[in-house]
């Protein structure tokens, strides 16, 4: 499997990353349909949630960046619109690695260039239907997560049984 190597200089995202890199469970695990169970009631299946999206975490993370990823795909104006705003922050790095920009006579600073192309890109972006891609990754991610993590029932250690009769009991 090939890996992308992204350059991340903050040591604090490093080790956000790698952990959450290692806490990705296995996929066969994850999409195991024998586990999917209706849970009993109300306070177990809040257990259930709690304990599964704590659990799959990394996993869920996954499934939200896919959803990104399908959303832009399958929106060509906003596949531009993003091609756009992202080609103009080249083109400024560019020129600036050579020399200084300069409008009506004012120099511009990098945060200033910056600014421009992202007060020209609102209104791509408005024409693209980023708003609606926005709340509909949000909404799906949502149901999806809360779907799965309301109906996989995880193994449990003799611990968790023990607090869990002892809950019962209260």
Not at 13 to 28: G, Y
Not at 76 to 84: D, W
Request: glycine share 4%.
């Amino acid at each position: 499997m090939n890996t992308v190597a992204l350059p991340i200089t903050s040591p604090a995202a490093k080790e956000w990353l790698l952990s959450r890199k290692e806490k990705i469970r296995p996929w066969s695990q994850f999409l195991d349909v024998k586990m999917f169970h209706m849970p009993a009631s109300f306070p177990k299946c809040t257990a259930r949630v709690v304990k599964n999206i704590e659990y799959f975490q990394s996993n869920y993370i996954i499934v939200f960046i896919g959803l990104i990823v399908y959303c832009i795909l399958t929106s060509p104006l906003l596949l531009i619109a993003i091609a756009a705003l992202l080609g103009s922050c080249y083109i400024i790095k560019l020129k600036n690695e050579t020399r200084e920009v300069s409008l009506f006579g004012q120099k511009l600073t990098v945060a200033h260039q910056y600014a421009l192309v992202s007060i020209f890109a609102f209104p791509l972006f408005y024409l693209a239907g980023a708003g609606q891609v926005v709340f509909w990754i949000l909404g799906a991610s949502f149901f999806f997560i809360m779907l799965h993590a309301t109906l996989y029932q995880l193994p449990a250690s003799s611990e968790e049984d023990e607090l869990t009769a002892v809950l019962e009991i209260v």
